[in-house]
């Protein structure tokens, strides 16, 4: 797959309506944006478009309202947010297409920028409608995908459209996405180590095969570890095990001896009876877990391991956290791993991390701003380490 898409920098957009798709799906509670992090990461794109001169129009999808307009799923809070963060009004238009939409796009002048409606208030959006594209396509004069966290969806906004409207581009945040985890991918600086965990081998099954020929070390926790232990025949208590995926593990540990890799599993764990934190929690042994008791996060033993086995790493990509970390007694793998990884970029590694709850770990472990990379998409870069094509990526022009 080639990442060398055309981007806004490659533009000619003075004066002219510039259609940027951008992922405002934010959380908003009482008419109020609770979390800006996805406004703010759309900025850049929207600064560079605005200091050439152009006519910036956005759309986005928040929520999912039932292919009609529904108040609970406006965009009306993220204008508000978004008029703050620019220190400059952004004006509004009811409907995404149509008269009204067409008519706030002519009111707009060079260096100013409008918000449209949320796109979903259409259901022809996730349908990828053509004629619904098509009306899209009328708003502006070149089109700008920068919403890296849906390119996994072939939607009107983010495929369609580019069929009636062109030229399209990338925006800042999508290049960041490709930039960073195209070339983890492509041509990683070695060792590369993998660090994968979560809940479920079955979601993740696709980034392991993917990913193990790839990398030089496979890292695993999180509750996907006790299937690969019990497909050892280490019993797992009551750990979250998918019984149908012991054929699975298999594979894998055979592929990795196979081609000479590397593949990690923890040798302790957290233990308790209780994965909401309400019991007490003892770190012991993998083979000790009673039948009644359950992995919560990798043991101390495993982490030092981890840490171990990160430290010469030159590119590391992290999906999945340790542990049941959003219980705080449970969160030391995770925040464990978290600082590992966090001291390798001064050391001129790379370190990325996909996932929208692994993501949130970095955030809560204070440390992001040490880490190359975190990704916005938490679908979009799951598939895009399963090594997918994305359909709103493959749109836009080759550079
Ligand atoms: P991401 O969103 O980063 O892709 P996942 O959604 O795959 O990550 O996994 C996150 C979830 O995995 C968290 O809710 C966490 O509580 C859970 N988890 C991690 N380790 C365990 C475990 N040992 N037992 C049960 N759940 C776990
Ligand atoms: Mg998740």
Partial sequence: MSFAKKTVQHLDCAG???????????????GEVTDDTRIVAALPT??????????????????????????KYSL??????????????????????????????????????????????HAEEEQ?????????????????????????????STEGVTHYLKPAVAGLLMKNELDYMGAALESPKRPFVAVLGGSKISGKIDVITALLPKVDRL?????????????????????LVEDDRLDVARDVMAQAAALGKELVLPSDCLASTAPDGSAAASAKPV?????????????????????SKLRDAKTVVWNGPMGIFEVPAFAAGTMGVAKAMSELKAHGAVTVVGGGDSVAAVQQSGLAERFSHLSTGGGASLEFLEGKVLPGVAALEDA
């Fill in 219 to 239: 890292l695993i926790g999180g509750a996907m570890m006790f299937t690969f232990l019990k497909a050892q025949g280490i019993p797992v208590g009551r750990s």
């Fill in 287 to 307: 083979e000790q877990l009673l039948a009644g008791e359950m992995g919560v996060d990798i043991g101390p033993e495993s982490l030092a391991l981890f840490a």
């Fill in 46 to 71: 929207v600064r560079y478009l605005l200091q050439k001169h152009a006519r910036v129009i956005l759309c986005s999808h928040l929520g999912r309202p039932k292919g009609g307009p529904d108040a």
């Fill in 16 to 30: 002219r309506r510039v259609l940027v798709r951008v992922d405002f799906n934010v959380p908003v509670a009482n």
């Fill in 128 to 156: 990828n409608n053509a004629a619904f594209a098509q009306a899209l396509a009328r708003i502006g004069e070149c089109y700008v995908n920068d919403a890296f966290g849906t390119a996994h969806r072939a939607h009107a």
């Fill in 76 to 121: 009306k809070p993220v204008r508000e947010r978004l008029s703050r963060l620019l220190r400059q009004d952004v004006a509004w238009a009811d409907d995404c297409v149509g008269p009204a939409a067409e008519a706030a796009v002519m009111a707009l002048g060079d260096g100013q920028v409008l918000l449209l409606e949320n796109l979903r208030f």
